[in-house]
């Protein structure tokens, strides 16, 4: 028999649920889309005179600190979820660096050349996706299964 959400929460709020198929898929999915994030946070860093130029030719203020401070937004927000401590503070990092990423660096209405308009769009549209995403993880009940945050 399958469990109903409000009897998972109240088990897992007693400390009486045990791990199942769905909290490993759970934190499988989580190291996956924590991994994505933090590999881009280590190319931040990685990559830090490339990525520069490339912010510097967007028009980017001060484009080594933004490099920089987007790399730290990337990977403290990614480790947020593979870990599940402070999840929604790294969901909102997240967010942030996408929302900033989206509409200053891949602003694909203001692109002329064809080619280069349609990879903007393409990074643009990922990028509100991913928001999305990240919108629903928010609504997950906390404390999540098999993470730091967890009893």
């Known amino acids: 028999m399958r469990e109903t959400a409000a009897q998972i929460e109240n088990s897992r709020l007693n400390g009486q649920r045990e791990v199942n198929t ?15 994030f933090i590999m881009g946070g280590f190319n931040h ?23 920089t401070g987007t790399g730290v937004l990337l990977l ?5 979820l ?10 909102v990092l997240l967010i942030v660096f996408l929302l900033g990423v989206s ?20 990074n643009f549209l990922k990028n509100m996706r991913l928001i999305g995403l990240l919108l629903m993880l928010a609504e997950i009940p906390r404390p999540w ?5 967890h009893r």
């Open 103 to 122: 509409f200053n660096i891949h602003n694909f209405w203001s692109v002329q050349d064809p080619q280069m308009k349609m990879a903007e769009m393409v």
């Open 76 to 80: 403290v927000g990614g480790f947020s």
């Open 145 to 149: 299964p098999l993470s730091l945050g």
């Open 45 to 67: 860093f990685k990559n830090l005179g490339m990525m520069t130029g490339y912010a510097k030719s967007k028009g980017t203020p001060a484009p080594a600190v933004a490099v």
């Open 22 to 36: 769905v909290d490993i898929a759970f934190l499988i999915g989580r190291i996956i889309a924590g991994g994505y």
């Open 82 to 91: 593979p870990l599940g401590y402070q999840p929604i503070v790294g969901i």
